[in-house]
């Protein structure tokens, strides 16, 4: 087996241990969450009462579980696309060129995901050091700030393997088969 089936087969492996572990624990968030939500539906119109932070739990636990699910969503390159010029450079044999928008969109990715994630730690800090709280103050921000700049910097990080994925196809020419593949990052 050559180095760059090597470094794919690596790269796939670590994907769908990433995509296992996360879908799991987004999965279970959300469904926490949703059960969490449902009870508090119940507590609010039957009951007549609810908690006072049961609002900020549910906004704040699913966004963590969607931050970290972003993850899951690009190792499926699952993103929105706009496929109209892809198909016409597709359509006009332009094959390198699709191949090429496919590395860049890929290194844009992967450039903003890590660029946001590393600026983040400065807000984490920042809500860390001045106690920064919910609207209900019943939970400390700088943990779902936490989770955010680790959902985006996991991101990234996926990206980053994707080019490396995407450069290795490129070399050995998997674009000049014509097919486009329309749930790319294009």
């Not at 903003?112 to 939970?139: D, K, P, Q, R």
């Amino acid at each position: 087996m050559s180095n760059k089936a090597n470094v794919v087969l690596f790269i796939h492996r670590l994907n769908a241990g990433i995509e296992q572990v996360v879908s799991y624990v987004a999965g279970i968030l959300f469904f926490g969450v949703t059960l969490f939500t449902i009870a508090e539906i119940f507590r609010r119109y039957v009951l007549g009462t609810v908690f006072e932070w049961s609002q900020d739990a549910s906004i704040y636990f699913m966004v963590v579980a969607v931050t970290l699910y972003l993850s899951v969503t690009q190792i499926r390159r699952g993103h929105l696309v706009m496929a109209a010029v892809i198909e016409l450079l597709n359509h006009k044999k332009w094959y390198r060129t699709v191949g090429i928008c496919r590395i860049l969109s890929t290194v844009a990715i992967a450039l903003l995901c890590i660029s946001l994630s590393i600026s983040g730690w400065e807000m984490v800090s920042y809500s860390y050091s001045m106690n920064v709280t919910s609207m209900s103050l019943a939970f400390d921000l700088w943990m779902f700030h936490v989770m955010f700049v680790l959902g985006l910097g996991l991101m990234g990080v996926v990206a980053f393997f994707q080019i490396i994925e995407d450069v290795i196809a490129y070399s050995n020419g998997e674009h000049l088969i014509g097919e486009v593949d329309l749930i790319a990052d294009i």
